[in-house]
């Protein structure tokens, strides 16, 4: 009897595609949350609470991988970091909706729409990176793209604070709004992590 | 005449169970403080604030020790870094008593209480964690349980905005405690990459 | 015919040197707008844009470097580490001078030209400190020196803070202040994570 085993680290690129997949998917709520009416809203928020376990248990999973693996294809300390930083993303977009959802957060600012677009893209760049991690030196695209768009979001991200700050909202509702507005933009900055990790493995591997 | 050398790590390891010391002794600080009438806060800022001090000697113990060390039990570069994550938990508790004394805010919200009791249980898992570093690998339940206690002081965190937020203070005050609440909230986030480098240890050591 | 391959290495510390000066050019730029008169600002916030932009670029030429490099002085991921951390003193340092032209900030308290007083000094070390990372031990002193500023800092925020708390303002002024206040904090907080991965770099090399 022959097993065929799997190619190394394949275990590895599953996991994180997993990973990749989750956020999307997280994403997507997200998207749905920041258009649906207040009575869909605690419905959604719950749904983005299984991702964000589901993300959870992903980064687990690839701790486990980690610790029962001899050889790994990668530097362990960077497959690790990888993980961390994708759970980071999830992280900041759970916080989002969840903070809409406790501070009872009405109609968001155009702009917040802006960030999710932004998010949207970087999301499908992410979910469409992962299952080529085994090559990361054709990665530097991603890197390079991951940038440009939290570069975009930065900039979306000031005109809004600018908005929040312009005297049309009261000074609670600007804390509120600002809070949401804040995670949006760490979801956007722990893309440019993700990336940066992916940049150090295809800098090692050079 | 025969010198008995401690086994190698030794001075590394009692500097890291000194820090984690320290790390238990200035959360006990930050009890009382929370717990005590307004007269006494000066004195106890003043205590924490030379635990802060003692952190860094800690810190600088320990680079010292790594720039002497020819060899080091794990990773230079791991000991410098969890040397660092330490001395930021303390940096943080230190800073929320001391904003809370310049901002002379009066009564705490009762989640503030919940906060504290959360990083009381995660520096006595760190402190009794650091003396059993020799052997990373059975400190798995250490990363497991300081995630799972980040995890709570998160619910409290966000319930205690949502607080905040609900208008029962002034703007101005919400800012104030909103700054402490916030100190308290990146002090248990510090201690979740403290298990990090740990975890990272006992992976490269796996 | 014979061609003189520079030292090895050179390159790298050439790229590290420019990112270095951009810093400084940065910082000087910073502490003219913070005294300017209100018409002059816009120019010279697009004058820190551009020094933002060169910034980016010197990062990409030291990972391009990375890329086509077999041989590099140090750990790869430690000089990829630095570029990324040298160039977050710049984006934090543009960031304080984008919110203040974008919220309209009049006048500034007097505690930010302390604040930019700190950064320059931490600036001009760093801007010192890159042309002699060839010889990483002998930057020890960079290291405690910038711990120092940032300490100084840290005393210059909080007092800072404090009095954008005292009642003086009005909530919203408050907020806008506080923005870039903080982003100018965290400019000395990247100035000390700079530093921390010299010496990383050091301790490695001892």
């Known amino acids: 009897m022959v097993f065929r085993r799997k190619p190394r680290g394949r275990q590895f690129f599953d996991l994180f595609s997993t990973a990749g997949t989750n956020i999307a998917a997280s994403v997507d709520v997200l998207r749905e949350f920041v258009a649906a009416p207040l009575d869909r809203r605690p419905v959604l928020a719950a749904r983005m609470h299984e ?12 701790v486990d991988q980690l610790n029962r693996s001899f050889i790994t294809p990668f530097d362990r300390e960077d497959l690790y970091l990888l993980a961390s930083r994708l759970d980071d993303v999830v992280d900041h977009v759970d916080a989002a ?3 809409a959802n406790l501070y009872g957060i009405g109609e968001f600012p155009e702009g917040v729409a802006d960030q999710v677009d932004l998010l949207g893209k970087a999301a499908r760049l992410t979910a469409d990176a992962m299952p080529r991690l085994a090559a990361p030196a054709d990665l530097t695209s991603f890197w390079i ?5 939290e570069n975009e979001a930065d900039q ?17 509702e600007v804390m509120k709004l600002k809070e949401v507005v804040d995670e949006l933009e760490s979801a956007a900055d722990a893309f440019e992590d ?13």
Chains 1, 2, 3 share one sequence.
């Open 51 to 62: 991702l964000e376990n589901a993300g959870d248990d992903a980064t687990h999973a690839i």
């Open 97 to 99: 909706v969840d903070f």
């Open 145 to 149: 793209d991951i940038n440009a768009l």
């Open 156 to 172: 979306v991200y000031r005109k809004l604070v600018s908005l929040l700050f312009s005297g049309r909202y009261e000074p609670l």
């Open 194 to 206: 993700v990336a940066d990790v992916v940049q150090t493995i295809a800098v090692k591997e050079s």
